[in-house]
């Protein structure tokens, strides 16, 4: 009779059975996967920096070249900001880069004046993470409500107004939302002088616990989180919408109205929990196109966060800085993707036991 | 029989008919006269206006006037000329990127939902992984080791980084399909990969390719502009995104009588993606309303 | 305008029906005009009584149903009828039920509307292997319906779903902490007629519970539904379009085309002496362990384009029987022997002419 395709095997008894589950498969399994990425990247990373010709590092022996120094030397000073032999065979040097990274560390800074490339990125990657991460957070649950509202309202004057505002914020890139916001709220509304919204925190703000700290804080992170929001709110709102749309017609809610229960619960515990499932696996696209956008969103503002560092290590070719970011960012959205995932096989439960994959 | 080789048929004839459901929906067609009034100005503006390649003290800029209908930039430069002139590049990239996305995103989707097995496995996992890296990173990163100013290799690089995304729905898009009664019915019948694959489902998938070519062409406006926004492809010619990137740079940001300078190519840009998207969506709409809600 | 009929009452016994249903009539808006999916429909159903309502795809059956629990979707409209439902104390010392009150349903405001499903009448839905929550366990299932009605909390709640789990003959043991996938179809179907008796409603509706189920499990539903039956005082209404299931749960039958109740009576009159030609053809499309292949037969054509009615008897284009009387006036109900009633210009000879029918059903089946 027992259909339940569990592959647990039940032979002493567990107090949080639901809890092993998860551990036994899901969560290990999640986690294993996150690292096979990291590593993936990692290892990609590390042949077109090193193993390319015309590669980054080739680039920059031949500007020190240039510059008057000899081949060998040239040699001993990119190894030396790279954390690498370069002299050693490839797989050996493919070995010593994992290892530095395994310890954090990235090498130094061609340009600031010989940093450590994890100092730097540990500076700035507080604010990239407050501003995406609120922002993202935000428009996830912000689109979640109106995609929903839409969906009941449907045909009406709303749905056709939210519907196309939100195909508009869709389409217009972040960086144009940016300028026009500034435009508007500087120039045309005068109501905050631009050069005062530059920047992460005014000069003179000390950080600590104090009020004028948060304040201006916030006061920095407003646009660009603004910014975010708006460029990512309505994907968010369509998916929902056509999300629920499609839930609506499940034969569970009508069985849950049969059943007599109040629209408050069929709404969240029926509807809205159903019909927010598929974007959750929405959330790594979403994730990695907002830090990707972040990279001029922050180079606008002038906002101190890894964006920015990233634009100035463009700019002077300043290629560990940039493996660094590069890394860290893909780090940070692989592990948001496997928070999201959890997030995801805990409101689903189907998630949980199915095996492999998709 | 007849049955089972129908919608090779309507290959041709489902053409016509997009047509005309476009032209009836108001959204979709307004999208498609501005991409046709963009792309014909776009090209052939430029053998009519004079070039703007010359400094002009005496009107620097300038707000709206009837001389002038969109203001004049930095230099003196008509914005308006400026826009004629910078539109030739971002289409030639868009339309380029686009095709190869969609061709690149059609093979490996359709690879991977017909053969299935581990190649399905593998081919989704890089799909899954090709996800979490953050596209334009890579891309600005990419173009500081790869002199970009070949249009082309521009493309290609777009295709090479945005396909996966589109290759997921192309590859259930087939899964569906496979499962129609005709493809079915054809493959029980033996009449061989190529047969059903350009015959039975191509035909019926075609909507579907083409929003996703959209798709892919805003996607690479974005990546495009973005790119030149940040001064990383040198382009020699006039380019929206160089307009602006030029006027960000000269502040006009902070200026009120610069403000046009900008809005100039930020309202092309946008305007011209909210064509593309409103397009995409109304054919969405017409032909398969579920299909986009499970990405 | 057609008289009400009390389906098959035994005269002596003056209790109020648990439902009543007198001239009920849905349309549905369409884009080419109004479907009128039931059309002047009057029936009772007694306390203890399992009516089923049997009919083809189409033939306004589940509309019926969704109507008695006020669960019709917005393009739908009552335009006349009332539907009234008696609420019974439980039962006076010398055995008869005591009308407590009853319920105008269509008169009940949206929240009384609420309390009112299941708790009074619940609804069993077709296609039931998605009618639970997927993300929801069992037990948080029956949770949400009993909080929804003030009913049963906590222990006690679970000891009573404990029990009518076990009234569908499931282990609550392995069920009340499952989630609905763990479960298999039947199942499932077997925990939501559990939900159904939960609050103990005077009357279950059963819209085609064993479809899209596998002959076994379909055997074991029906099974489950026949041990309810003895077990349980309540009143069902059982819609399906096979009449053999109908045969085995039913104390009465009522044979449901275009809409319109067209023959009703006890189920061994339904069976043994059938009137009207649509249940004949019922009847002789099902197929039966020691009839051949010859014997059975379906009926041709198909159901009618509910938006375009036939004129006269809307049977008229399938019916063997059909002469100009047939296609110009609508016959009435009849009572023709006490309890059952048929709608048909020919029903005196219709058996008669059963034979017929069967051959020219035969032959329009082969050209």
């Given amino acids: ?17 639901w809890l092993r589950r998860i551990t036994s498969n899901f969560l290990l399994r999640r986690l294993l996967k996150a690292l096979f990425t990291i590593w993936t990247v990692t290892t990609l990373i590390f042949f077109v920096i090193r193993a390319m010709p015309g590669s980054p590092v080739d680039i920059f022996v031949n500007d020190l070249v240039l510059k008057g120094l000899t081949e060998e030397e040239a040699m001993r000073r990119a190894a030396s900001l790279l954390h690498i032999d370069l002299s050693e065979p490839l797989p050996k040097q493919y070995v010593e880069f994992l290892g530095n990274l395994a310890r954090g560390d990235l090498g ?5 004046r010989g940093q450590e490339v994890s100092t730097l ?13 609120t922002s993202l957070i935000i428009s996830f649950f912000l689109g979640i409500f109106l995609g929903m509202i839409i969906a009941y309202k449907r045909d009406t004057w709303l749905d056709h107004l939210l519907t196309n505002i939100a195909a508009g914020l869709d389409a217009i890139p972040a960086y144009m939302t940016a300028i026009v916001l500034i435009i508007l709220i500087s120039l045309v509304w005068k109501i905050v002088p631009a050069g005062e919204l530059r920047g992460s925190l ?30 990512s709110v309505g994907s968010w709102m369509l998916t929902m919408k056509s999300s629920t749309v499609s839930t609506l017609g499940e034969d569970y809610v009508t069985v849950a109205k049969a059943r007599g229960l109040p629209e408050s619960r069929i709404i969240t515990a029926y509807v809205g929990r159903n019909a927010s499932l598929p974007l959750f696996t929405r959330f790594a696209l979403s994730i990695a196109f907002i830090l990707g956008g972040s990279v001029i969103i922050e180079k606008i503002f002038t906002y101190q966060g890894i964006g920015l560092l990233l634009t100035q290590a463009l700019y002077s070719r300043d290629y560990p ?31 949980r036991v199915q095996g492999e994959g998709n | 029989m007849a049955a089972i080789t129908a919608p090779f048929g309507s290959a041709i004839s489902e053409t016509g008919k997009t047509f005309k459901l476009i032209a009836r929906n108001p959204a979709s067609f307004i999208g498609l006269l501005v991409l046709v009034v963009i792309t014909i100005v776009s090209l052939v503006g430029p053998m009519v206006i004079p070039p703007q390649n010359h400094a002009n003290v005496a009107e620097i800029l300038e707000g709206p006037s009837s001389r002038h209908i969109l203001g ?15 539109g030739k590049d971002i289409l030639e990239v868009a339309f380029v990127a686009g095709l190869l996305t969609t061709l690149l995103a059609v093979a490996v989707g359709s690879v991977s939902a017909f053969l299935g097995g581990i190649v399905d496995t593998v081919l989704m996992e890089l799909v899954n992984i090709w996800l979490t890296i953050p596209q334009f990173p890579l891309l600005a990163i990419l173009a500081t080791m790869v002199k970009l100013s070949d249009i082309f290799l521009l493309a290609v690089l777009l295709a090479l980084l945005g396909w996966a995304g589109l290759a997921r729905q192309i590859r259930s898009q087939v899964l569906s399909l496979k499962q129609r009664d005709y493809v079915e019915a054809a493959m029980t019948l033996n009449l061989g990969t190529p047969h059903i694959i350009f015959r039975e489902m191509l035909p019926n998938m075609m909507s579907f390719v083409a929003i996703s070519l959209i798709f892919a062409a805003t996607s690479a406006i974005y990546q495009q502009t973005s790119l030149v926004f940040l001064g990383l492809v040198p382009f020699s010619s006039a380019n929206w995104g160089t307009t602006l990137s030029l006027a960000y740079t000269k502040g006009a940001i902070y200026q009120s009588d610069a403000a046009w300078t900008m809005l100039a190519p930020v309202g092309a840009i946008a305007l011209f993606q909210l064509a593309l998207v409103s397009l995409s969506r109304s054919l969405d709409e017409v032909f398969n309303p579920r299909l986009r809600t499970s990405v | 305008m057609q008289k009400h009929f009390a389906l098959g009452a035994p005269p002596l016994v003056i209790s109020q029906p648990t439902l009543s249903v007198k001239n009920l009539t849905v349309e549905y808006k369409a884009r080419r005009g109004a479907v009128q999916a039931v059309r002047n429909v009057s029936f009772d159903v007694q306390r203890g009584e399992v009516l089923a309502l049997i009919g083809e795809s189409g033939s306004g059956k589940t509309t019926l149903g969704l109507a008695l629990v006020g669960l019709l979707p917005s393009t739908a409209r009552i335009s006349s009828g009332t539907i009234t439902y008696a609420r019974f104390k439980s039962t006076a010392p010398n055995g008869r039920a005591i009308p407590e009150r009853t319920i105008d349903v269509l008169k009940l405001s949206q929240n009384q509307l609420r309390e009112f499903r299941w708790k009074e009448c619940a609804m069993v839905f077709q296609g039931a292997l998605n009618a639970l929550n ?11 319906t009993a909080k929804a009605h003030g009913y049963l909390q906590g222990k006690a709640l679970q000891e009573r779903a404990a029990h009518v789990l076990t009234l569908v003959r499931l282990d609550p043991e392995r069920v009340w902490r499952a989630y609905p996938h763990e479960l298999s179809g039947g199942m499932r179907q077997r925990v939501l007629i559990a939900l159904g008796l939960l609050l103990e409603p005077q009357l279950l509706i059963l819209d085609e519970p064993t479809t899209a189920l596998d002959i076994l499990t379909q055997r074991s539903i029906m099974d489950v539904l026949k041990e309810l039956r003895q077990r349980l005082d309540f009143s069902l209404i059982f819609i399906s379009h096979d009449l053999s299931l109908a045969a085995e749960l039913a104390d009465r039958v009522a044979t449901v085309y275009a809409g319109k109740i067209v023959e009703t009576g006890d189920v061994y009159t339904m069976f043994k002496n059938p009137r009207h030609p649509y249940t004949i053809g019922l009847i002789n499309a099902v197929p039966t362990l020691a009839g051949t292949k010859e014997e059975l037969t379906s009926i041709p054509g198909s159901p009618p384009d509910l938006i375009n009615l ?58």
């Fill in chain 1, 321 to 351: 800085v940039m493996q660094g970011i590069f890394l860290v960012t893909t780090i940070a959205v692989v592990f948001s993707n496997a928070i999201a995932d959890l997030l995801y096989g805990f409101l689903d439960p189907r998630i």
């Fill in chain 1, 202 to 231: 005014s000069a003179g703000i000390k950080p600590g616990f104090t009020f004028d700290f948060f304040g201006d804080v916030l006061k920095h992170v407003a646009l660009p989180a603004l910014v975010y929001i708006l460029a």
């Fill in chain 1, 108 to 112: 130094i800074s061609y340009i600031n």
């Fill in chain 1, 121 to 133: 990125i540990a500076q700035r990657l507080p604010w990239t993470l407050f501003s995406v991460g």
């Fill in chain 2, 72 to 86: 004049t930039d930095f230099q003196g430069s008509d914005n308006l000329a400026l826009l004629v002139y910078g």
């Fill in chain 3, 310 to 367: 036939p004129s006269g008897c809307k049977f008229h284009p399938r019916c063997p029987l059909a002469d100009e009387q047939t296609r110009s006036i609508e016959p009435e109900m009849e009572e023709i022997a006490a309890g059952h009633w048929v709608m048909c210009w020919h029903w005196r000879t219709a058996r008669e002419a059963l034979h017929v029918y069967k051959e020219k059903a035969v032959v329009g089946a082969e050209s």
């Fill in chain 3, 134 to 144: 997927p993300v929801l366990r069992i037990s948080d299932q029956f949770a949400d």
């Fill in chain 1, 1 to 17: 009779m027992s259909t339940i395709s569990v592959p647990v095997t039940t032979e002493r008894p567990v107090s949080f059975p």
